[in-house]
């Protein structure tokens, strides 16, 4: 097991121009992380073979593992030019992966943000033989480079562990898996310890976060608070500080046999640069606390 982070955990830091990718990698190693998971906001890399290739040879510099790399994207179009289109431009990160020596990659199957009408599950079921169909060319091209692509329970649309494994099993394709994020199901009001147990065989790495839970009768006021797709209220917290469940989720992790990547990813209103190295220390804290005799 591998303790990391997330650059879009420093975004903030990022987008002040405080601190560049370059740094990030720096700044992992001498708080105690192993490796970096790759968001490319803030900075790109797909267009700018220059700064990829720094940011391969500086990893390599200070042993910093490049575990993964995460983007959106959408394979639900209206036209099959858009959709090609769409599948082309997937393909040039899997190029930047290999470029990169990156084994790991999540990209994202629909629009993240859809308005209501189209967060049921008839709209889901509607786009399942696109978003297949763009996963699995995906995967079939990554296969050649031994990269394994992923989907993340991330967006509301394919969000809930059902919806991810219904997904993952019409894929069916050996280096297509899920990287799993313990707190985005309750994005959907799916409690983190249900989804979390119910895709852990499926997942080739996982996320660490936390968030603050409100109820949508208790508005929490101001704040960086957002809404669940049921309207209950969720803000992103350092990990342990929250409401997840964080030490059983870990135990369960822990108890499953899983030994890959923990990439920790803070999203929440402090400083970010504190809050992702308390973050990093109580996910190192609570494994070694957690006994499996």
């Known amino acids: 097991m591998k303790i990391g982070l997330s650059t879009y955990s420093l975004l903030n830091a990022i987008q002040s121009g405080e601190m560049s990718v370059l740094d990030v990698i720096q700044w992992i190693k001498d708080n105690g992380g192993e490796h ?44 099959e030019e858009a959709f090609e289109a769409e599948v082309e431009r997937v393909k040039q990160h899997v190029d930047l992966l290999h470029r990169m020596e990156i084994k790991h990659m999540r990209h994202d199957v629909t629009a993240f943000t859809l308005p209501p009408e189209k967060m049921d599950i008839a709209y889901f079921e509607n786009s399942l033989p696109q978003i297949v169909e763009g996963s699995r060319r995906i995967a ?9 692509t992923t989907i993340e ?26 990287t799993l994020d313990i707190g985005n199901f309750m994005c959907v009001d799916e409690p983190s310890i249900i989804g979390v147990k119910k895709n852990l065989p499926y997942a080739s790495l996982i996320h660490i976060k936390d968030f603050y839970f409100r109820p949508y ?22 990990v342990g500080h929250g409401d997840i469940e964080i030490r059983e989720i870990i135990k369960l992790i822990k108890q499953s046999g899983y030994d890959g990547y923990l990439t920790v990813e803070f999203e929440g209103m ?24």
Not at 227 to 234: I, P, Q, Y
Not at 273 to 283: E, P, Y
């Open 217 to 238: 009768y208790n508005d929490p006021g101001e704040g960086e608070w957002f809404r669940t797709s049921n309207g209950n209220f969720l803000r992103g917290a350092i």
């Open 270 to 293: 402090e400083e970010c640069k504190l809050a992702s190295k308390i973050g990093m220390n109580n996910v190192k804290r609570f494994w070694n606390e957690i006994s499996l005799v």
């Open 140 to 148: 079939d091209y990554a296969l050649q480079f031994g990269i394994t």
């Open 36 to 79: 970096m998971e790759i968001v490319p906001y803030g900075f790109t890399l797909v267009d700018n073979s220059e700064l990829a290739d720094a940011v391969r040879e500086k990893a390599k510099l200070v042993g910093i593992e490049l575990s993964s790399y995460s983007m959106p994207a959408n394979f639900v179009q209206d036209k």
């Open 153 to 178: 329970n991330h967006g509301v649309s394919v969000q809930a562990s059902d919806r991810v494994q219904r997904v993952l099993k019409a894929v069916n394709r050996p280096n297509f898996k899920t």
